[in-house]
């Protein structure tokens, strides 16, 4: 079964202190890693799509990497408006099955 | 603007009673999607469409239906058949296959009274 583990859960940074999200994953075949960023009441907001390990795609103060077996949000210098609960999801090869994460809630203080 | 659209953003549903939730996209996507969101599970699929006229069952398709009569719109109705409605239900819509980066509306939450 295709599964997808976000940690940590929660994650409190002050402004400026810079830090790694984590996702690993077990999809069979994965053919694609989708990073998403949903604010409270809102729907998901996609922000990246890795396709093979080693690839790295950035967007403002968000760079998402991918290996064989986890892919890492890095956020760095983050500000309050960061603030949010960002997903990840798997695209497994054989079933064209895509598994979400719970997400990871990530709170910057000023 | 090109984007997806889900009404209404609050439902309420009696006891026994069927409701539909509507979305529309004008991004030209032939993949349309349910998700059903709840606190401390990932998204799960309820339905999916490839294209107009045919759609398939995801994870969590008991007690729901959808139609997929037009490209750009891809309802589905809670029937009462689904015992714990109550969840934040999510469309989305891709440019072809399930293979392909989703796009999400802003959701609509359903709440039981």
């Known amino acids: 079964e295709d599964q997808v583990t976000q940690s940590p859960e929660a994650l409190r940074l002050q402004e400026g202190e810079s830090s790694s999200l984590n996702c690993s994953y077990t999809v069979s075949g994965l053919r694609g890693l989708f990073w998403y960023r949903q604010d409270p009441g809102k729907g998901p907001e996609f922000l990246f799509t890795l396709y093979s390990a080693g690839e790295e795609k950035e967007k403002e103060r968000l760079k998402a990497t991918l290996t064989k077996k986890e892919s890492f949000l890095h956020i760095t210098a983050p500000k309050p408006e960061d603030s949010a609960t960002y997903l990840c999801?798997?695209?497994?090869?054989?079933?064209?099955?895509?598994?979400f994460g719970i997400g990871t809630k990530l709170q910057v203080i000023p | 603007d090109g984007g997806i659209t889900q009404s209404p953003k609050y439902l309420f549903r009696k006891e026994g009673q069927n409701v539909t939730l509507s979305c529309e996209q004008n991004?030209?996507?032939?993949?349309m999607y349910w998700y059903r969101q709840d606190p401390g599970q990932g998204l799960r699929l309820i339905y999916y469409?490839?294209?107009?006229?045919?759609?398939q069952k995801g994870d969590i398709a008991e007690g729901y239906s959808v139609s997929r009569e037009k490209k750009e719109s891809f309802p589905l109705t809670v029937t009462s058949a689904q015992k714990n409605p109550t969840a934040f239900y999510l469309c989305a819509s891709s440019v072809a296959g399930i293979q392909e980066t989703q796009y999400f509306g802003p959701g609509t939450r359903l709440l039981v009274l």
């Open positions: 991004l030209n996507h032939d993949a």
């Open positions: 999801a798997g695209l497994s090869g054989g079933y064209q099955k895509v598994t």
């Open positions: 469409s490839q294209i107009v006229n045919d759609f």
